[in-house]
């Protein structure tokens, strides 16, 4: 069945550093790829997805491309700010259903 | 408008009892979705609902859980005979259709502890 992996955390970095949380994934067919967020005492939130090869998804200064070569879809970002901090999912779907499989998430703690 | 609601936020109980956790999703949606979310993991598929029925339960981990969407809105998972292991967040989202290129909508859990 369909799987991600995705960088362990915690992660740490000083406001308007450069941001990368990577995912992998397994996946049987074209599976659409997404990137859930989870800030303090908030439910989880899509913050971008992509559902094609090359596609690239983005979203809140936020970017992640599809590669099905390498079967990844790595999270950046060019400066991060304090209100990032937050967990980061990734996850694949199923696309017929689309019930999620995500990785364990990766939080990210940005300092001033 | 509404989004998804859980009730109860919190539930606390001791094993070997019976509970019952709510989801109301966004009105008009579909489909319907239970995870659940162990501590420093990810949520794990439970159970899918496409209107009133259960079109895949394959996440469900054995026979104490069920759930329920009995008028196509209003979901209701149930959990019998409960264990310490069965401590968690459990997560209801809602989407329009169903399917990966529809946004699922989350609430925001309800946390049971199983004592």
């Known amino acids: 069945g369909n799987s991600v992996t995705q960088m362990e955390g915690p992660v740490t970095l000083s406001e308007e550093a450069f941001l990368t949380i990577n995912c992998t994934y397994t996946?049987?067919?074209?599976?659409?790829l997404f990137w859930y967020v989870q800030y303090p005492g908030e439910g989880l939130q899509l913050l971008l997805k992509a559902t094609k090869a090359d596609d690239k998804g983005s979203n809140k200064g936020f970017e992640a491309t599809y590669r099905k070569e390498t079967t990844s879809f790595h999270l950046e970002k060019g400066s991060v700010q304090v209100s990032d901090s937050a967990v980061y999912f990734c996850a694949v779907s199923d696309r017929s259903q689309g019930n999620l499989i995500f990785g364990k998430g990766t939080k990210l703690s940005v300092k001033p | 408008g509404a989004g998804v609601s859980q009730t109860p936020s919190n539930k606390v109980t001791e094993k070997g009892k019976y509970v019952e956790l709510r989801c109301d999703p966004i009105s008009g949606h579909t489909a319907l979705y239970w995870y659940r979310q162990s501590l420093g993991q990810g949520p794990e598929f439970l159970i899918y609902f496409q209107g009133t029925g259960a079109a895949d339960d394959s996440g469900l981990p054995n026979d104490r859980f069920f759930a329920v969407r009995p008028e196509g809105s209003v979901s209701t998972l149930k959990i019998q005979r409960t264990e310490r292991g069965d401590s968690a967040v459990y997560l209801c989202?809602?989407?329009?259709?169903?399917?990966?290129?529809?946004?699922?909508?989350f609430g925001p859990g309800t946390r049971l502890t199983v004592l």
């Open positions: 996946a049987t067919g074209y599976p659409s």
């Open positions: 989202a809602s989407s329009l259709t169903g399917g990966s290129n529809n946004e699922q909508f």
